[in-house]
């Protein structure tokens, strides 16, 4: 397997523009997540997914950023408008329901907002 | 306060010296334990996991929990540059797949 693939690697984008972040987890994985890293705050949880049903999105900071997962393969982190203060790095993981606790993560888009 | 505690370093430490790296929470209802590392410009990889307390070795690496003082640790016996890396520390409590991290703490192997 391929591990978790993440879409574009690097995005730069102007301030007010739409971004769209894509995520394949690994395949037979039940649980998908959304973590934002900054020097600042860290890894940050945004929400998860539990075969494609958002189970908690509490830590999506407000409403421009939306998630959605529409099949087992597939997850969109969409950010609209952006600003500045959204340039991150996004990461996706998944991982299965079983004895370990372990999540794959991807490599992460980095977000610069200009 | 955040639930999670991680001093960032970074800290440098010669080649073979034995590193600690902690972190300490607040939520008692915290069962598993993790510590994460990091690559510049990659994803976090599962280093080790802990389940309540205890202490658990892998090769080089151990983890120990403490429960009763809400603190965890990593030690590396023997460090080598490659060690060099971002060490994260995660902890979900039973039930819930919400894993929560510590800032990270940057460590540097000099050769």
């Known amino acids: 397997d391929a591990g978790v693939i993440q879409s574009p690697r690097h995005e730069v984008t102007e301030m007010g523009q739409e971004v769209t972040l894509r995520c394949k987890p690994i395949s037979g994985h039940d649980y998908l997540f959304w973590y934002r890293q900054t020097m600042m705050r860290g890894l940050e949880l945004l929400i998860y997914f539990n075969n494609n049903v958002p189970i908690d999105d509490s830590g999506m900071p407000e409403d421009r950023f939306s998630a959605k997962m529409p099949n087992a393969s597939f997850s969109t982190l969409k950010i609209q408008p952006s600003e500045p203060r959204d340039s991150a790095v996004y990461f996706c993981?998944?991982?299965?329901?079983?004895?370990?606790?372990?999540?794959?993560f991807g490599q992460g888009t980095r977000l610069t907002v200009v | 306060q955040k639930e999670v505690e991680q001093d960032p370093g970074p800290l440098s430490v010669p080649e073979g010296a034995i590193v600690s790296l902690n972190c300490t929470y607040s939520n008692s209802a915290f069962q598993y334990f993790m510590w994460y590392r990091q690559y510049s410009r990659k994803g976090p990889e599962l280093l080790m996991y802990t389940y309540s307390s205890g202490n658990k070795e892998d090769g080089r690496f151990t983890a120990q929990v403490d429960k009763s003082s809400k603190y965890i640790s990593l030690f590396i016996r023997d460090s080598q540059p490659s060690d060099s890396a971002t060490y994260l520390c995660a902890m979900t409590a039973s039930g819930t797949y919400k894993y929560i991290f510590g800032t990270g703490t940057r460590l540097k192997v000099l050769a």
């Open positions: 993981a998944s991982r299965s329901t079983g004895t370990t606790t372990e999540a794959f």
